[in-house]
C-alpha cells in the first residue's frame, strides 16, 4: 500500500507538466471480449487490478484513446478499450451500449484464471470502473442508472454489474439535442463528469445540468480549461468522428493529462484511496491550474451541507 501511494504521489507530480510523456512503464495487449477487439493497458508487477472499461465515443477508433488509457493505467488500473461494432438505426459504426459492463465482468473473470494468458492473477473482475466519451459516456450513464435507454440498450430491462463502483466521463449528458437532462439514480456508483471548457458538442450548460441531476454523492464536475469535445483523444477529431465545431485553445497533451489525472484519482478515491480522496475533494483545484472543479463529499448531515 505504501508503494502504490508513493506511486500516485509520483505520477501526480509527473503530470502536473503539459510536456510529460505518458506512462513508459505501461504495457498494452490485444485481446478479444466477445466479438469486439479491444486493447487492455494496465502497468506492471501489480496482481488484482481494478478493471476500467472506457465506453468510446461514436465511430472513435480505440486506438484514439492511447495516450489517455495509458496514462489512467499508470494510475493502478487495467484499462480496456474495445471497438465495439454495431448498428444504431440504419447507421453501422463504433457505438458502445451496455450491455458491455456484463461482458467485460466475465472476460476479466475467465481472463484472470486462464492459463497463459499474460493478464492472468492480474485482474480484479470484482472491481469495475468505468470511463467514457460523448456516446459512450452517455451510455455509461444510462448504465449507472440501471436504466433501459435507446439506442445505448434495447431492453426491456437492464441490471448494472454489483461489480460497478465509480465512473468518470468526459463529455457526457443525458439530454437529446435541445431536450431535457434526464437524472440518473447512481446511489452506490460515485460519478464525476469531465468537460471541456469550450466543447461544442456536449454544451457546458447540459454537462452542468447532468452533473446536478446525478441523485446521490460522491460526485464531481471538472471543467478542463481551453479543452473542446477532443481534448482526451490523441488528435483532434479522428478519422470517423464528426468534428467539433469549436476549437481547442489549450495543448492536447495538456487536456489529455488533465482529464486521466483527474478520472483516475476520482476512481481511485472511490475505491478507497485516501491520499487520492485528498487531492480530488481537497488540494487538487487548487494546486491544478489546468482545471476547475466542483464536488460533493458525502450526503449532507441533517440541518447541514455537503462536503
Same mark, same amino acid.
Given at each position: 500500500?505504501m508503494?502504490?501511494?508513493?506511486?500516485?504521489?509520483?505520477?501526480?507530480a509527473?503530470?502536473?507538466?503539459?510536456?510529460?510523456?505518458?506512462?513508459?512503464?505501461?504495457?498494452?495487449?490485444?485481446?478479444?471480449?466477445?466479438?469486439?477487439?479491444?486493447?487492455?493497458?494496465?502497468?506492471?508487477g501489480?496482481?488484482?487490478?481494478?478493471?476500467?472499461?472506457?465506453?468510446?465515443?461514436?465511430?472513435?477508433?480505440?486506438?484514439?484513446?492511447?495516450?489517455? %488509457?495509458? #496514462?489512467?493505467?499508470?494510475? $493502478?488500473?487495467? @484499462?480496456? !478499450?474495445?471497438?465495439?461494432?454495431?448498428? =444504431?438505426?440504419? +447507421?453501422?459504426?463504433?457505438?458502445?451500449?451496455?450491455?458491455?459492463?456484463?461482458?467485460?465482468?466475465?472476460?476479466?473473470?475467465?481472463?484472470?484464471?486462464?492459463?497463459?494468458?499474460?493478464?492472468?492473477?492480474?485482474?480484479?473482475?470484482?472491481?469495475?470502473?468505468?470511463?467514457?466519451?460523448?456516446?459512450?459516456?452517455?451510455?455509461?450513464?444510462?448504465?449507472?442508472?440501471?436504466?433501459?435507454?435507446?439506442?445505448?440498450?434495447?431492453?426491456?430491462?437492464?441490471?448494472?454489474?454489483?461489480?460497478?463502483?465509480?465512473?468518470?466521463?468526459?463529455? %457526457?449528458? #443525458?439530454?437529446?439535442?435541445? $431536450?431535457?437532462? @434526464?437524472? !440518473?439514480?447512481?446511489?452506490?456508483?460515485? =460519478?464525476?463528469? +469531465?468537460?471541456?471548457?469550450?466543447?461544442?458538442?456536449?454544451?457546458?450548460?447540459?454537462?452542468?445540468?447532468?452533473?446536478?441531476?446525478?441523485?446521490?454523492?460522491?460526485?464531481?464536475?471538472?471543467?478542463v480549461g481551453?479543452?473542446?469535445h477532443y481534448?482526451?483523444?490523441?488528435?483532434q477529431?479522428?478519422?470517423?468522428?464528426?468534428?467539433?465545431?469549436?476549437?481547442?485553445?489549450?495543448?492536447?497533451?495538456?487536456?489529455?493529462?488533465?482529464?486521466?489525472?483527474?478520472?483516475?484519482?476520482?476512481?481511485?478515491?472511490?475505491?478507497?484511496?485516501?491520499?487520492?480522496?485528498?487531492?480530488?475533494? $481537497?488540494?487538487?483545484?487548487?494546486?491544478?491550474?489546468?482545471?476547475?472543479? =466542483?464536488?460533493?463529499?458525502?450526503?449532507?448531515?441533517?440541518?447541514?451541507?455537503?462536503?
Amino acid at each position: 500500500m505504501m508503494r502504490l501511494c508513493a506511486a500516485i504521489v509520483l505520477a501526480v507530480a509527473a503530470l502536473a507538466s503539459p510536456a510529460v510523456a505518458t506512462p513508459a512503464w505501461v504495457s498494452s495487449h490485444e485481446v478479444r471480449i466477445g466479438a469486439d477487439p479491444a486493447t487492455v493497458h494496465l502497468p506492471p508487477g501489480r496482481t488484482a487490478l481494478p478493471v476500467a472499461l472506457l465506453l468510446q465515443g461514436g465511430n472513435v477508433p480505440r486506438e484514439s484513446y492511447g495516450r489517455f %488509457a495509458r #496514462t489512467v493505467a499508470g494510475f $493502478g488500473f487495467a @484499462v480496456v !478499450v474495445p471497438d465495439h461494432r454495431r448498428a =444504431v438505426g440504419p +447507421v453501422s459504426g463504433l457505438f458502445p451500449e451496455s450491455a458491455q459492463l456484463g461482458a467485460t465482468v466475465e472476460w476479466a473473470a475467465q481472463e484472470n484464471a486462464r492459463a497463459g494468458s499474460p493478464l492472468a492473477g492480474r485482474l480484479d473482475a470484482g472491481r469495475l470502473v468505468l470511463l467514457g466519451h460523448s456516446f459512450g459516456a452517455a451510455a455509461g450513464l444510462f448504465a449507472v442508472g440501471n436504466a433501459c435507454v435507446p439506442p445505448f440498450c434495447f431492453g426491456p430491462v437492464y441490471q448494472r454489474p454489483a461489480a460497478l463502483r465509480a465512473a468518470a466521463f468526459y463529455g %457526457a449528458a #443525458t439530454a437529446s439535442q435541445g $431536450g431535457a437532462v @434526464v437524472p !440518473v439514480a447512481n446511489a452506490g456508483v460515485p =460519478v464525476a463528469l +469531465v468537460q471541456g471548457e469550450v466543447d461544442g458538442v456536449n454544451p457546458r450548460a447540459a454537462a452542468r445540468a447532468t452533473y446536478d441531476g446525478l441523485s446521490s454523492p460522491p460526485k464531481a464536475y471538472v471543467t478542463v480549461g481551453g479543452a473542446n469535445h477532443y481534448g482526451l483523444t490523441d488528435t483532434q477529431t479522428p478519422a470517423g468522428a464528426a468534428p467539433d465545431p469549436s476549437a481547442q485553445i489549450v495543448g492536447q497533451q495538456v487536456s489529455i493529462d488533465a482529464a486521466a489525472r483527474w478520472s483516475a484519482l476520482f476512481l481511485r478515491a472511490s475505491l478507497g484511496d485516501a491520499l487520492a480522496e485528498a487531492y480530488v475533494y $481537497g488540494f487538487g483545484d487548487a494546486s491544478d491550474d489546468t482545471v476547475s472543479v =466542483v464536488s460533493v463529499r458525502a450526503a449532507a448531515a441533517p440541518g447541514g451541507g455537503g462536503t
